[in-house]
């Protein structure tokens, strides 16, 4: 194509080219999702449809991306996928990695909503989207560490909005009391509260909203506990 007086200005662009050998961490989170799951009234603190939904569209982000990723992780509205140290996906470009990879989970998401969501539409003025981020980790050791830390991370977050919400829904306090009865309780006194005073063992609730979601490299959807795991999921990495 002849070049026009204009081309120069292409000179302006910057490539952030991600550190080579060091693993990619592709991190997406849906923006608002308090206010979206509120307009879309999902279940507190959990809703399975939409976590399902999550799964599914992960699922296909990894089948997209099989010869990149070791492995995905999802809860709530966030997904983390985890690529190989060696990959050369976009020439390790940050742009090009982090809005593939959200773009590509967004439009799965509006196209799978209606097989989760099957009687509730999703609303013009209401359209999920997401951010995204690369973060690059220099070892196995720190990846291990990140997984890690989201693993736990879930764990935290569900054991206080199960409690939360059961204290709200069942035993009829009001958000505020129900935040002032958990404020400094450790988690044993969580778990204490939630079947003293709610009639709830937090050991049955289900895998799914406890563990999170593992997806692997095959596509295989989970909920396993990571830190157990670990070295079994980076095994060959
Ligand atoms: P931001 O735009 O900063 O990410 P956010 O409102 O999305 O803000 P997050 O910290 O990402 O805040 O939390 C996501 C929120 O979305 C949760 O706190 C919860 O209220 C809601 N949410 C996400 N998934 C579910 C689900 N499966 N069931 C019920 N609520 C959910
Ligand atoms: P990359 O992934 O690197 O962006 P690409 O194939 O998208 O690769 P672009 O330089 O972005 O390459 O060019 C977009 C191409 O998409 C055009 O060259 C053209 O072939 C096609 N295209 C885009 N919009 C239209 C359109 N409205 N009608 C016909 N063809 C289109
Ligand atoms: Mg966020
Ligand atoms: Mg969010
Ligand atoms: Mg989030
Ligand atoms: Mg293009």
Same mark, same amino acid.
């Given at each position: 194509?002849?070049?026009?007086?204009?081309?120069?200005?292409?000179?302006?662009?910057?490539?952030?080219?991600?550190?080579?050998?060091?693993?990619?961490?592709?991190?997406?989170?849906?923006?608002?999702?308090?206010?979206?799951? %509120?307009?879309?009234?999902?279940?507190?603190?959990?809703?399975? %449809? &939409?976590?399902?939904?999550?799964?599914?569209?992960?699922?296909?982000?990894?089948?997209?991306?099989?010869?990149?990723?070791?492995?995905?992780?999802?809860?709530?509205?966030?997904?983390?996928?985890?690529?190989?140290?060696?990959?050369?996906?976009?020439?390790?470009?940050?742009?090009? #990695? &982090?809005?593939?990879?959200?773009?590509?989970?967004?439009?799965?998401?509006?196209?799978?909503?209606?097989?989760?969501?099957?009687?509730?539409?999703?609303?013009?003025?209401?359209?999920?989207?997401?951010?995204?981020?690369?973060?690059?980790?220099?070892?196995?050791? /720190?990846?291990?560490?990140?997984?890690?830390? %989201?693993?736990?991370? /879930?764990?935290?977050?569900?054991?206080?909005?199960?409690?939360?919400?059961?204290?709200?829904?069942?035993?009829?306090?009001?958000?505020?009391?129900?935040?002032?009865?958990?404020?400094? /309780?450790?988690?044993?006194?969580?778990?204490?509260?939630?079947?003293?005073?709610?009639?709830?063992?937090?050991?049955?609730?289900?895998?799914?909203?406890?563990?999170?979601?593992?997806?692997?490299?095959?596509?295989?959807?989970?909920?396993?506990?990571? #830190?157990?795991? #670990?070295?079994? #999921?980076?095994?060959?990495?």
């Amino acid at each position: 194509m002849a070049k026009s007086r204009f081309e120069y200005v292409k000179e302006f662009e910057r490539h952030d080219v991600l550190l080579p050998q060091c693993y990619i961490v592709v991190r997406i989170d849906g923006k608002k999702f308090h206010e979206f799951s %509120r307009f879309y009234e999902f279940e507190k603190p959990n809703d399975i %449809r &939409a976590l399902k939904l999550m799964n599914a569209v992960a699922k296909n982000v990894v089948v997209h991306y099989k010869n990149e990723v070791i492995v995905a992780y999802g809860e709530s509205d966030e997904y983390s996928f985890i690529l190989k140290k060696d990959t050369n996906l976009y020439n390790r470009r940050r742009d090009k #990695i &982090a809005t593939l990879f959200v773009s590509l989970f967004t439009s799965q998401y509006v196209a799978l909503w209606s097989k989760f969501f099957t009687d509730r539409e999703l609303d013009f003025k209401h359209l999920p989207f997401f951010d995204s981020r690369c973060v690059v980790y220099p070892n196995l050791a /720190t990846v291990k560490d990140y997984l890690s830390w %989201r693993f736990v991370d /879930t764990h935290i977050n569900n054991l206080y909005n199960t409690v939360f919400w059961q204290l709200v829904l069942k035993c009829g306090l009001t958000t505020q009391q129900a935040e002032n009865r958990l404020c400094g /309780t450790l988690s044993n006194e969580k778990q204490e509260i939630l079947f003293k005073e709610c009639g709830i063992n937090y050991n049955n609730e289900p895998e799914m909203f406890k563990k999170g979601t593992v997806v692997t490299r095959k596509g295989e959807i989970v909920h396993i506990d990571v #830190i157990k795991e #670990i070295d079994q #999921i980076f095994k060959g990495y």
